[in-house]
């Protein structure tokens, strides 16, 4: 059986948190634990939907995205 350990992640939000210090903590462990998608996947994801996207910078602004690979 495989144990769930919260260990080197960041921590969640309080209890008394607002609903976007919550996502913000979510997003955090979910980066910290599985890496943070490319521009390229967020290019790929706004095609699919069928969304403009709002350019690089924007991207950054709005999501985590992944350093570039050296």
Do not use: F, K
């Amino acid at each position: 059986m495989q144990y769930r350990t919260d260990e080197g992640l960041p921590p969640l939000a309080p209890p008394d948190a607002s609903d976007t210090e919550r996502n913000r903590a979510i997003v955090a462990r979910m980066v910290a634990r599985h890496g943070a998608p490319s521009l390229e996947d967020y290019r790929r994801v706004y095609a699919a939907c069928g969304l403009d996207r709002p350019g690089d910078d924007e991207v950054r602004r709005r999501h985590p995205v992944a350093a570039p690979a050296a």
